[in-house]
């Protein structure tokens, strides 16, 4: 199994809403990533995850904050954001940090804020 | 900064057809690099991963070379498919956990 699933598949928030976003795996991997992909444009690394520690944070404004309260999870929560955060958030996970272990990839939240 | 570029941005074939995809990156200090397929609206699916001792890997119809000291690298896909239809993203891994991507290949296979 191969899987990481992400919810929910869709998000339409208002400005003043709190919601989060859920990442799960059962891969046994130690390492998860937050990255944020604007249309037709690349994912980018917001933050990495290693054994349940916060290890990069990539100067993401802090209305994202995430949280990963077990090896198994990983959430993003979000409050007061701007039109401009309205993207495809995507969630991933490797074995561990080293540079050889392949990342994989959910089929990520897409997020529009009104 | 890494910086990496996907040569051409929409390519369109009819199918059976041989193509080629172009990854070019600035700094030859990676890791490894490795390619991805994403369909529209969806998550990335891993294809292929070449370490940069490596100098290809090859799945199925799909083979991936990788040209460090020259900052390239190439997938080839052999006799296309219409669900071959993706976006195709290389990244390269200079550190641990940092991945930086290509700009995308948008890639249309002609029944």
């Known amino acids: 199994d191969t899987e990481v699933t992400q919810t929910p598949k869709h998000l339409v928030m208002g400005m003043t809403n709190k919601k989060s976003l859920k990442c799960e795996q059962h891969m046994g991997h130690r390492a998860m990533y937050w990255y944020k992909q604007k249309a037709k444009k690349p994912p980018e690394l917001m933050f990495v995850y290693s054994y349940e520690k916060l290890s990069i944070n990539e100067s993401v404004p802090s209305r994202f904050s995430p949280e990963c309260p077990n090896s198994s999870l990983l959430n993003l929560h979000l409050h007061a954001l701007q039109p401009e955060d309205s993207a495809l958030y995507l969630c991933?996970?490797?074995?561990?940090?080293?540079?050889?272990?392949?990342?994989?990839f959910g089929a990520g939240t897409r997020l529009s804020v009104l | 900064k890494q910086e990496v570029t996907q040569i051409p941005a929409a390519l369109s074939v009819p199918e059976g057809e041989n193509l080629v995809l172009n990854c070019s990156f600035t700094?030859?200090?990676?890791?490894?690099l490795q390619w991805f397929r994403q369909d529209p609206g969806k998550g990335l699916t891993s294809l292929l991963l070449i370490q940069s001792s490596q100098r290809e890997q090859t799945s199925g119809r799909l083979n991936a070379s990788l040209d460090k000291s020259s900052g390239r690298s190439t997938l080839y896909i052999a006799a296309s498919q219409p669900g071959d239809s993706a976006t195709y993203l290389c990244?390269?891994?200079?550190?641990?956990?940092?991945?930086?991507f290509g700009t995308g290949t948008r890639l249309t296979v002609i029944p």
């Open positions: 991933a996970s490797s074995q561990e940090r080293g540079a050889e272990n392949i990342q994989y």
């Open positions: 990244a390269v891994r200079p550190g641990a956990n940092n991945l930086f």
């Open positions: 700094d030859s200090a990676i890791y490894n």
